[in-house]
């Protein structure tokens, strides 16, 4: 997918996207237990269904299939959750969703959601489903670049205010990159105009391999595998949420986890229903591109035969890229994890676990 606006996970620091909470309650709605979720009882009570808004941090793509496969297949009406998946909008600062109180739970990656939290926003992470970033450099070996070390003295493309992460690996190897700013294609890269990119597995790298090159004329070099592992997409939400709707917040998390096992295991109907949705939008999509996206999300999900999603952020992670911040002073101190992390399996109150 050709990029028409930067990411939106880091700007100098990264784009801070999160969410407040919309103040109503409604009774919410049984649901039963279905694979893919933890062994977590206490489903909602039968009744009327929550409304509830969610904002993802880039625009309608494979990337965010659960949520909309979950909507359509009636999973998080299951689960006593009528879902509203916000329309990412390019140019909305962070500060405008707060203080138009737009939506109830945030997908962040860790960085952004660490970044808010030092800067006075209590938000919590309620479930973690990314263990290892996506993140990655790439190279073509006609640039003479064989590994880390060959970035040395290199032009790099990166875009354009969100050079957090490539500057921490340049700066853990000591290499001397030219940082050459992009904003919108893989042009650059494609035309020789740079020796090396910045790109995601699930996306630039696909769009650049469809564009001519095959897998073996490049080099991947994916921070994750250098000590960088910027953990992606969390599940997060305020404070204030867990006090007065710890049910819901513990629901949404179920039923996030079951929609993405059923998409993960449902490729192809994911990307039906992407493209449907992004028609819906008068928008359109490179059906390939998609079914690459959904099945990169599957091998970042639901590794080595997996069936169940993650939802622990361990400790020793959040203070890996919390000490990256740190120590490039994108932070000046790191919030406790026991404050940061307050896992869904603990928002339910004791008599319905019983």
Known sequence: ???????????MIFMLMLVSLLAASCTPKKTEKKPGTDN????????????????PYWVTTCQFAGYYVGKEKGIFKKHGIDLEIME??????????????????????????IQLRSRGINIVNIAQFSTRSSLMMLARKSSGIKNIEDLNGKRAGIWDGYDFEPRALFAKYKLNVKIIPIVSTNNLFLQGGVDVTNANWFDEYHAIINSGYNENELVKFFFADYGLNFLEDGLYCLEDKLKEDPLTCAEFVKASMESWVYALNNPDTSVAVVIRTLRSMNKTANRSHQKWMIDRYRDLYLPAGKSNLNTVLLEAGYLSNARILLQSKQISSIPPFSEFYRPYTGLLPKSAEK
Request: charged content about 20%; glycine content about 4%; cysteine-free.
């Open 1 to 11: 997918m050709q990029r028409t606006l930067p990411r939106p996970f880091s700007s």
């Open 40 to 55: 977590v009882s206490g489903s909602m009570p039968q009744g009327t269904l929550k409304k509830i808004k969610v904002y």
């Open 88 to 113: 990412y909008k390019p140019f909305v600062t962070t500060n405008d969703i707060i203080k138009q109180k737009q939506a109830d739970f945030a997908i962040l990656w860790l960085v952004n959601a």
